[in-house]
């Protein structure tokens, strides 16, 4: 009995042990926990390293002496022990569409300074987050290296440089480890084998760190058994090998191998990870086909292969793999029909596919219905390919769609009325397509996520009513090229989120409502140009406060509104603007301007221009062409340091140009023909803006010489300076224009601040008035290819010098209407890109030299009334050429109809005294002639007089050739007379005609 009862009694012992000790030990840890302090000399540990931060907005103000440190911003502390386990001292990155504010806050509260080594005291801390602070561009401390207790540690983008130390392969219980840096010229090592210490590292994150010198980087990151995750993201690797072991890596989930410049086929290892999930190899110069070996990467989630050089067709195996989410193979050379790819995909990816980008791949053929199967699709892109035909009705069956892009292609039609049925829908881009037709109100009664529409360049009508309000608020639309006229869309009132607007070309011919711009504030990006809106614009400041206004090509009228100073461009040309603009100036005139590109040309605008352009100076464009502005050009005009191209043409600007120009060093475009500019051609335009490529100071009162100094332009391509009181003759040092001297296209660019885009939208092109082949015209888009020297209307004197033929590349010389003696340049053949030559009225003499012939592009030629006497050289191009070319001259010969052998003038090639023996030279041209003539003669006729076979056989090859001849003219006679009966066709005029040579503009 009582040994029956003891198991009883032991056993109901350990029920009560563990009844009550959960309890014991809860109320024991809980008074223990509210004593529980941070262990003294870690709390020293962590003040001496606040002393060594750079604190700015005080994020660690709870880190005072006193204080318990296991309650501290940033620090974690183990429950139990109190010891310092984890720091988190990350500064959170705003993104990148944040405000300026928001980078200006971030800014604020980055830490910096130096790491203190006391952290060392810090025995247990397992978790070291310091990314995304400024610790200006110092090295990682070595130190770091002996922390072993660290199980990850993340120093992405804190602005750390220099070598990794190798001391961090020390770290072996490091778990996670990231050195991402964004840093300009950041971090580098010289080889990886320090990973080899990191036996349990499955995160390793080394974006942006310069490899170029790891040639063996696959056989280290192959001695980490456990990594799952590997970025190597822009690291300058320097190959990825084609055959290499990679069995240690068979865990590996996440691959990041992109923007890294390969110049290689994709190896066959890569396909070998059957546990890969991301794959991401954009942007590496991969070269050669996919292989169907894609098949085997059964666990992907998402593949990224964009931005290669990939090319041939997608292997079907890609269908296979059924767990994939993500395909994104846009940017190749695939050349294949889209339906194809379509079906190869449609298995068992259908309900699961999620992103399908395609876009730039070279596709075509039609968008069938097969793509309605996959129905979970939320991101579709095939835009710009080649893909036709009308857009498939199935497209609004694709209920889960939130981004659509099927922009620059060439569907046809117009957009079908179940498209509104997305009603997820927030993106919509169908932009330059050839579609056609109305589109009704109807079409966007459902589209209420809608916050992006892009539908431009497609000739589409919208019918909408004027007081139809939209169901969605955009945050950008372009309908360039759409119909919504005559009357302004009411409706864009309603778009209360707006900030992007380009309603160009769209046949509005109305007032812009009030309305309209009080909304316009709120935008960045405005573009209504090439219509017809008329009215005054309100003058307030805070209406013009988009980074980018295009108004341009309107009725617009009244006074220049008033801009904010945040403009970056602002066209407001070819309207019916008016007044004054010093207003315009000189508003809040010691305000800095961000504008760069400004645009008034062709409007009605007058008066001097204001004193007051000293904050203007981030002004590369400023075009104030073709207005009624008078007076000097303001000295603080010199205070644009940054500009690039100076348009004042067509004014009635008069006195010097000022001196203070000279500061402007980066002009590439003087343009200041037709005004009242007097005084001599300042030397310092040769000396200070070396990077000029167009001088025109056409038709002003220029007096002087030209400026020896101007030679020193070596960049310049058009050089006009006609109509003017110039005298002295040409400089010699012409020569120096390098860029006329050859065909290449310069290196320096006309459009250089082109290079910036607005919102998708680049500026417009330069353009200058030309006087070339006799006619004024405006070049745009070739005008980089022009090459040009106009010197005539002026009183210059003297020979044309012989270094003008060096400028081989140049294409137009003008030196008309001077006095210029001499004979024109006997080596003026070899300017072999001359398309236009004048030297008209003027006092050339001599003959027209013969190397003209082989101006073979030469198709406008001037060389009237001066004293040329002799033949005009025979060749294609002159005798082409128009007989009042050549007039006022003492010339002979085609295409002139003067025989050169009557009227007393003399031919080229008649028969002059020799100077040695003063007898007549003998032409041998006509004896060898005649000497040809009688050996070829007797060569063939003598041999047939003496054999009498041949003789026969001569005589039989013309009798058969004879039969077959009069067969072929009687066939054509008889097909002729046939067609001409049936059809009552008749000759009216020649079937070929003339061809001629014309240069394009």
Not at 397 to 416: A, C, D, I, V
Not at 771 to 788: F, M, P
Not at 868 to 896: A, E, H, M, R, Y
Request: charged share 15%; aromatic share 10%; hydrophobic share 40%.
């Amino acid at each position: 009995m009582e040994a029956s009862f003891r198991p009883s009694v032991s056993f109901l012992f350990l029920f009560l042990a563990f009844l009550f000790l959960p309890n014991f030990f809860f109320f024991f840890c809980t008074g223990l926990l509210s004593e529980l302090r941070c262990v003294d000399t870690e709390r020293q540990a962590l003040l001496n390293f606040k002393q060594h931060l750079i604190d700015s907005s005080n994020r660690l103000s709870s880190w005072t002496a006193h204080g318990d440190c296991c309650h501290w911003g940033g620090v974690v502390c183990h429950n139990l022990t109190g010891h310092v386990q984890e720091l988190h001292l990350r500064t959170f990155y705003p993104g990148d569409s944040a405000t300026e504010e928001q980078y200006e806050a971030y800014g604020r509260s980055m830490f910096g300074g130096k790491l203190n080594p006391s952290l060392l005291d810090l025995k247990h801390l397992n978790y070291f987050d310091l990314s995304f602070n400024d610790f200006s561009a110092s090295p990682i401390p070595p130190f770091l290296g002996s922390m072993k207790s660290l199980t990850s540690l993340n120093l992405s983008n804190a602005g750390f440089v220099g070598l990794i130390p190798h001391q961090l392969g020390n770290l072996s219980n490091l778990l996670f480890l990231n050195l991402e840096s964004y840093w300009i010229g950041g971090l580098y090592v010289n080889n990886l084998e320090w990973l080899s210490g990191l036996p349990l590292l499955q995160h390793l994150d080394m974006s942006y760190v310069n490899l170029s010198k790891v040639s063996d980087w696959v056989q280290l990151t192959n001695t980490l058994p456990s990594l799952l995750d590997l970025r190597l993201h822009y690291c300058q690797l320097p190959f990825i090998p084609l055959v290499v072991d990679v069995h240690n890596m068979t865990s590996l989930r996440h691959l990041d191998l992109s923007e890294n410049n390969f110049n290689s086929s994709i190896p066959n290892w890569l396909y070998s990870f059957s546990r890969l999930e991301f794959l991401n190899l954009q942007y590496s110069n991969l070269q050669g086909t996919i292989s169907s070996a894609i098949g085997n990467l059964t666990s992907a989630i998402s593949i990224d292969l964009s931005s290669n050089e990939l090319g041939g067709k997608l292997p079907r195996s890609l269908g296979n793999l059924c767990n994939l989410r993500e395909i994104k193979l846009s940017s190749n050379k695939w050349s294949q029909e889209i339906s194809e790819i379509l079906e190869s995909l449609s298995g068992c990816l259908s309900d699961r596919l999620e992103i399908l980008d395609l876009s730039s791949s070279q596709l075509h053929g039609h968008l069938t219905d097969e793509l309605g199967v996959f129905k979970n699709l939320v991101k579709l892109s095939f835009e710009d390919n080649s893909i036709s035909g009308p857009l498939p009705v199935c497209l609004g069956k694709l209920s889960s769609l939130r981004m659509l892009n099927l922009g620059k292609n060439q569907f046809k039609g117009t957009l079908p009325q179940n498209l509104g049925q997305l009603s997820k829908l927030e993106v919509l881009y169908i932009y330059s397509n050839v579609l056609k037709g109305v589109v009704s109100e109807v079409l966007f009664a459902n589209l209420t996520s809608l916050r992006s529409l892009d539908a431009g360049g497609n000739q589409l009508t919208l019918k909408a009513s004027q007081n139809w309000i939209p169901p969605f608020q955009l945050e950008t639309l372009s309908l360039q090229s759409w119909n919504l006229g005559p009357k302004f869309p009411q409706w864009l009132c309603s778009q209360r989120r707006m900030l992007s607007l380009d309603i160009s070309y769209t046949q509005i011919s109305d007032m812009a409502p009030p309305s309209f711009w009080n909304l316009s504030s709120q935008f960045q990006h405005l573009n209504l140009s090439h219509n017809l809106i008329n009215g005054e614009i309100p003058n307030s400041p805070v209406i013009l406060s988009a980074s980018v206004i295009d108004l341009s090509s309107n009725h617009f009228k009244g006074s220049l509104p008033c801009i904010s100073s945040n403009v970056y461009m602002l066209d407001l040309s070819n309207n019916s603007f008016s007044r004054s603009i010093s207003h315009f100036f000189c508003f809040r005139v010691n305000e800095p301007k961000n504008m760069e590109h400004l645009n008034l040309e062709k409007n009605l605008l007058s008066g001097k221009i204001p004193d007051c352009l000293m904050n203007w100076n981030n002004l590369e464009v400023l075009n104030l062409g073709n207005n009624n502005f008078s007076g000097s050009i303001p000295a603080s005009m010199g205070s644009l340091t940054n500009l690039h191209s100076l348009h004042l043409y067509n004014n009635k600007f008069s006195e010097k140009l000022p001196s203070s120009l000279k500061n402007c060093e980066r002009l590439v475009i003087i343009d200041v023909v037709e005004n009242r500019f007097a005084g001599n051609i300042p030397s310092w335009i040769g000396h200070r803006c070396t990077s000029l490529m167009i001088l025109s100071l056409r038709s002003n009162y220029f007096h002087g010489h030209i400026p020896k100094e101007l030679c020193a332009l070596t960049s310049l391509q058009i050089l006009d300076l006609s109509h003017n009181k110039l005298y002295g003759s040409i400089p010699r040092c012409v020569k120096n224009f390098s860029a006329m001297a050859t065909n290449n296209i310069s290196n320096h660019h006309l459009n250089s601040y082109n290079d910036s885009y607005y919102y998708g939208e680049t500026l417009p092109l330069e353009s200058a008035l030309l006087v070339i082949k006799g006619n004024i015209l405006e070049y745009s888009t070739i005008l980089q290819l022009v090459k040009s020297i106009d010197f005539s209307k002026n009183n210059l004197s003297g020979e044309i010098p012989k270094e003008v033929t060096s400028l081989q590349g140049l294409q137009s010389l003008n030196l008309s209407y001077n006095f210029l003696i001499g004979s024109i340049l006997e080596n003026i053949g070899t300017m072999g890109s001359l398309e236009s030559i004048d030297f008209s009225l003027n006092q050339l003499s001599g003959q027209i030299p013969s190397s003209m012939s082989s101006l073979t592009f030469l198709n406008h030629l001037n060389l009237s009334n001066n004293k040329l006497t002799g033949k005009i050289p025979l060749s294609t191009q002159l005798q082409s050429l128009n007989p009042s070319s050549f007039v006022g001259n003492k010339l002979c010969g085609p295409p002139l109809t003067v025989n050169c052998t009557t009227n007393g003038v003399k031919p080229n090639n008649e028969n002059i005294r020799s100077k040695a023996t003063g007898g007549l030279e003998v032409d041998w041209f006509y004896v060898s002639m005649a000497l040809g003539f009688v050996v070829g003669f007797w060569s063939v006729c003598g041999n047939l007089l003496l054999n009498k076979q041949w003789r026969i056989m001569y005589f039989q090859f013309l009798d058969h050739l004879g039969y077959k001849l009069k067969g072929v003219v009687s066939l054509i006679f008889k097909t002729g007379w046939f067609i001409f009966k049936s059809h009552g066709y008749a000759c009216k005029g020649p079937i070929l005609k003339e061809p001629r040579t014309l240069w394009a503009h």
